[in-house]
């Protein structure tokens, strides 16, 4: 028995020692590249720790009176609970603020606007909590996917191009997703989870291409995004596009890309854009980079422009889709995480407050538990929300009159 006991106190230590160093990065930023993964994943598999806490606490608690290990346990397993329940108990209130940023932005009744067969469709719950464990469901109907899409570009170089058709017939409202990855890397089939989630919403998901930094320098990257929007329009009919409902989502530096493409003068008409943590304003994020600093804003800034705000402040002008804020921008959906480290809140606060005093229609969420990239986990608790969000935001801008 005395052996047993001493096993199961041990195993109870391992175990919440481990739920408790990963439940702390909820709290601690992560201070390098290397540590970022915990800095993101732990809000979002927050539910899973606070699990494995529980089980390392009921074991703890057999042996809490006979030995100092079991005694540690059921300490450390209950501060890891504690800390694994901080993204729900401030749930409720950010989803609450969620639903009354879309009602705000697109009236109160913007739900009636969306068909009956889409409206049906959408998520039910801001969080749904068995998703938490087995994953967001994969779509009912998988979409038809092609992919590796050769489109020419300017010079004679070849990007390609993702897309997934919806199982119904066309034509389809068109939603082009753009990747990623500080401008240095990624490809198309980032995040194809969730463009097939859209294409069985109904959405041509046309999943773009662009060529990356250091070795091609802004405006490229740009100008390939626009050359795929020009791209889709020519060949609409080969793909039952409805290019009259169009709009764009982007992560990262893919939404700021979005955000450009969408703002220019010169843009084709667009439904709306969606901004998952992108970069707006990047001579205030040189000036003032985030602490800590774990992928270096400023290298990074300086790879994609070429120098520095001071030796080329019109490049940098030019890059900011702050600057091009009028009051005639497309709908603007902004989802920010409270604790990024790479592009921090305060951004989507200030073009929030740029488009509504141009007159702008804009949904601002802000979450407050989230790192960047939170949705690289799903099915989290971030994940969940802003998929919500995102799937009434652009049922409602795609089918306005």
Not at 210 to 235: M, T
Not at 291 to 305: G, H, K, N, Y
């Amino acid at each position: 028995m005395s052996r047993r006991s001493a096993v199961r106190a041990w195993l109870a230590l391992a175990l919440a020692s481990v739920s408790a160093f990963l439940s702390m990065w909820i709290l601690v930023p992560a201070p390098s590249r290397a540590l970022l993964p915990l800095g993101v994943g732990a809000p979002e598999v927050s539910a899973w720790l606070a699990l494995l806490g529980l089980v390392a606490l009921v074991l703890a608690l057999r042996d809490v009176r006979r030995r100092w290990s079991a005694r540690f346990a059921s300490l450390l397993a209950a501060a890891a609970m504690v800390t694994s329940a901080l993204p729900f108990l401030r749930f409720r209130e950010t989803a609450t603020a969620a639903d009354h940023a879309l009602r705000m932005a697109l009236g109160g009744k913007y739900l009636a606007s969306i068909p009956d067969e889409t409206r049906v469709r959408l998520r039910p719950a801001t969080l749904v909590p068995i998703d938490l464990f087995r994953g967001m469901r994969a779509p009912t109907r998988p979409p038809r996917t092609t992919r590796d899409i050769p489109v020419s570009i300017v010079g004679g170089d070849t990007l390609t191009m993702d897309v997934y058709r919806p199982v119904s017939d066309g034509p389809y409202p068109v939603l082009v997703q753009v990747y990623g990855g500080a401008w240095q890397r990624g490809d198309p089939g980032d995040f194809a989870p969730f463009a097939e989630r859209m294409a069985d919403l109904g959405y041509l998901v046309m999943a773009i291409d662009y060529r990356h930094a250091p070795a091609h320098r802004f405006p490229a990257q740009l100008d390939d995004v626009r050359h795929a929007l020009a791209w889709i329009g020519a060949n609409a009919d080969i793909w039952s596009a409805d290019t009259s409902r169009l709009a764009l989502i982007g992560r990262s530096a893919g939404a700021h890309l979005a955000m450009l493409a969408a703002y220019a003068p010169d843009a084709p008409r667009i439904r709306g854009v969606v901004d998952y943590y992108g970069p707006v304003d990047l001579i205030e994020g040189y000036r003032n980079p985030p602490s800590p600093d774990p992928l270096d804003v400023r290298a990074i800034e300086e790879a994609f422009i070429g120098g520095t705000p001071d030796s080329l402040p019109d490049q940098y002008r030019a890059a900011s889709p702050i600057s091009l804020v009028t009051r005639h921008v497309p709908p603007t959906l902004l989802i920010y995480g409270g604790r990024d480290h790479i592009v921090e809140p305060r951004f989507g606060t200030l073009l929030a407050g740029r488009l509504r005093a141009e007159g702008n229609v804009v949904v601002h969420v802000e979450i407050p538990w989230a790192e960047h990239a939170f949705d690289n986990v799903p099915n989290g608790p971030s994940g969940q929300l802003a998929q919500y969000v995102t799937e009434r935001f652009l049922a409602s801008v795609m089918n306005a009159r």
